[in-house]
């Protein structure tokens, strides 16, 4: 017994000692198992030898030349674009409705509201994906486009929702109360003082908006019928049936899109928003 | 000149009447607000969920013959009742995974970072990339003669050719949902008042009494969120599988993706969702029993009374 204390003490003397080491060595770890594969897809883009030559013996640009004349795969990115565009500016309207509405009124119904704009994350992509096939394609029969654009916003209004609402909660309030002292309505409030102090939440939740439709697969590949692939269903494709060296340098524009938005988005707003609960 | 303003304040006067007339109705004001998002909601994504549950009854297109057979054909199936049974298993070590993963993470930036911020851009970047593009990358890695078996080759040691195995379909998961499981961790230990932890320490604990005592109880709730967001997903999926896991890692997703995509079968494919949505509900009811906060701005919404 006393042997077993000692031992315990002399752990956590050795876990206090170290502790700090530790935690470097946890988040370097982490980071490398993150961007490694990233690093791989960026620098396989490079490679002459194509996909399955790793490491690659001379570096060219040839699979961009490829990527660039090839119509199919730009074709996809304009199709992608033509959805997402619309998706975008229909998400952050209403999740900027959403978050007035939870963070100004009381009404019957509220908790639902703001159950109904988060569950779209919780329930498992395949069966959202499979209701809206079931009721978009077979019940109401909507056009393909419409589908997959209504699909889109569905999948996106949590997040806007998400990064969106906390900024309306830490906006300051009395600046409206001052606006409504000086007589301006509610509506006038909004334009002239609300809605120019949220702005950059609302561009920051649209960028996010935009990337995860401009990535969107699941729903997309459900709901689509035959029409053109968007980027994700293209490399979707091109992955399962014949892989070519162009797949890398689609990964590295994803990559690019990614990271450009959302470095936008964080500077217009602050990471750990990102994280409110 | 003088028309054109006496237009505009005609429209001046229109939109002052609108809105007084708005004023004056509270609750009409707030079905302007909230009705539409609510509207697109629960047209687009409630009622679907219920469109799948009624089609989960018939036997081949909507309106035809109610059945149980989509139902009692999954249940006494062996093969699928396996496929189930496998995926929970996946689902399950991913979860215990990212658990240890991702709270020693967000523990080692919250306790003993000061680049916090970079720390975690680096952490979420990654998450905004296609699901997809990742899977790819990890083909590339894991493959026979990939990158992980040239490295290995590098150092004299055995090629390994993970991909097509369950330790693949493991890797993938915990590469996707990592950084997202990390932002509930990470909220609810920025969250923990450090006194206490001080206070656990000067009353004699050591660091790891102080942790199982302290500071895990009291971030629980993130904890348990974070989990629901690993396990649920994963639960659901088929493009990991079915781009790592080759033909032994069969998970429920894929047999749905199967149903839409070259079975077209669409009432079983229902009645599969409906299964997989069966299995979430009750998870979130038990999470929300131990107190994992999903919708949780309700604590922090503070809409005016």
């Known amino acids: 017994m006393s042997a077993l204390s000692s031992l315990s003490a002399a752990v956590e003397r050795t876990v206090h000692t170290h502790a700090a080491r530790m935690a470097t060595a946890v988040i370097a770890l982490v980071i490398a198992f993150l961007w490694i594969p990233i690093a791989v897809l960026v620098f396989m883009s490079f490679a002459a030898g194509g996909v399955l030559s790793f490491p690659p013996e001379q570096l060219t640009l040839e699979w961009y030349r490829v990527f660039l004349t090839n119509d199919a795969a730009i074709d996809a990115i304009v199709t992608t674009i033509t959805i997402s565009v619309p998706a975008t500016i229909i998400t952050v309207t209403l999740s900027t409705m959403i978050a007035y509405a939870i963070d100004r009124y009381v009404f019957p119904g509220r908790d639902w509201l703001q159950m109904l704009a988060t569950l779209p994350i919780i329930v498992p992509l395949v069966v959202t994906g499979v209701a809206m096939v079931l009721f978009f394609n077979g019940t109401l029969g909507l056009p393909e486009y419409v589908s997959v654009v209504v699909a889109h916003v569905i999948r996106t209004i949590p997040f806007a929702t998400l990064v969106i609402l906390p900024t309306f909660l830490t906006f300051d309030r009395r600046l409206e109360e001052a606006s409504k002292d000086l007589g301006a309505d509610e509506l006038r409030t909004f334009w002239q003082v609300t809605l120019p102090n949220i702005f950059p939440g609302i561009v920051a939740g649209g960028l996010l908006a935009f990337t995860l439709s401009f990535n969107e697969f699941v729903y997309t590949y459900f709901v689509k019928g035959s029409g053109d692939p968007t980027l994700p269903v293209y490399i979707w494709n091109q992955i399962r049936y014949n892989v070519t060296p162009e797949v890398n340098v689609i990964s590295v524009v994803f990559l690019v899109v990614a990271v450009t938005m959302v470095l936008v988005a964080v500077s217009l707003t602050r990471v750990d928003l990102l994280t409110r609960q | ?305």
């Open chain 2, 1 to 305: 000149m003088a028309g054109r303003s006496d237009a505009g304040s005609a429209i001046g006067d229109r939109i002052d009447a609108i809105t007084a007339y708005f004023r004056s109705r509270p609750r009409l004001r707030t079905l302007v607000v909230a009705g539409p998002p609510y509207a697109v909601l629960v047209l687009f994504f409630a009622i679907p969920l219920l469109v799948m549950l009624v089609v989960s009854f018939q036997t081949s297109e909507i309106g035809g013959p109610w059945t149980l057979s989509n139902y009692t054909n999954f249940l006494t199936s062996e093969t699928y009742l396996t496929v189930v049974w496998q995926t929970l298993v996946i689902s399950l070590q991913v979860t215990a995974i990212i658990a240890v993963v991702g709270y020693a993470l967000a523990y080692s930036i919250v306790r003993f970072s000061r680049r916090t911020t970079l720390l975690l851009l680096l952490v979420i970047l990654p998450f905004w990339t296609s699901y997809i593009i990742r899977m790819y990358a990890w083909i590339n890695i894991l493959q026979s003669d990939g990158v992980l078996d040239s490295t290995l080759n590098l150092f004299g040691l055995p090629a390994v050719g993970l991909l097509y195995s369950q330790p693949a379909v493991l890797i993938g998961f915990t590469y996707v949902w990592l950084p997202l499981a990390i932002l509930p961790f990470y909220a609810s230990l920025t969250n923990l008042d450090p006194d206490l932890i001080e206070a656990s320490k000067d009353l004699g604990a050591g660091p790891i009494r102080t942790f199982t005592s302290v500071t895990l109880p009291m971030t629980k709730n993130g904890v348990i969120t974070g989990l629901i967001l690993t396990f649920i997903p994963t639960f659901g999926s088929f493009i990991t599988p079915r781009l790592l896991g080759g033909t032994n890692n069969i998970m429920i997703g894929m047999v749905i993706e199967n149903q839409f995509k070259s079975a077209f079968n669409w009432p079983f494919g229902a009645a599969i969702g409906m299964v997989i949505s069966v299995v979430v509900v009750a998870l979130l009811i038990l999470a929300t029993r131990f107190g994992g906060g999903l919708f949780g701005q309700r604590s922090q919404g503070g809409a005016e009374a």
